[in-house]
Nanobody
């Protein structure tokens, strides 16, 4: 059974940092497209970043230079390091996986892109 469990969300002030984690089970994360999405209240779901099996990444323009995705294959865990956080980064953050590696680019370019598997999310709140 595929499971994605996010952790690491919280409340920080503008300019601060957070690191989100996504523990994957039931499949090998590094062999799939893994991605982070977010959804703020009243807004559409947005693809933040995707990483494919070759380690190629695709970032949304809104987070380039501030967020970094990484994987620990020994732990089957995905991470999202978020620096220089802004109030507009406030959202529920979701980890997602897809068997189609092309999803890693589509995730950040196609609005409300659907993935095969989703976690339940972790809340990030940035205060000004």
């Amino acid at each position: 059974q595929v499971q994605l469990v996010e952790s690491g969300g919280g409340s920080v002030q503008s300019g601060g940092s957070l690191r989100l984690s996504c523990a994957a089970s039931g499949f090998t994360a590094s062999s799939n497209c893994m991605a982070w999405f977010r959804q703020a209240p009243g807004k559409e779901r947005e693809g933040v970043v995707g990483i494919d099996s070759d380690g190629s990444t695709s970032y949304a323009d809104s987070v380039k230079g501030r967020f970094t995705i990484s994987q620990d294959n020994t732990k089957n865990t995905l991470y999202l390091q978020m620096n220089s956080l802004k109030p507009e980064d406030t959202a529920m953050y979701y980890c997602a996986a897809d068997r189609d590696l092309l999803s890693c680019t589509a995730a950040t370019t196609v609005p409300n892109y659907g993935m095969d598997y989703w976690g339940k999310g972790t809340l990030v709140t940035i205060s000004s």
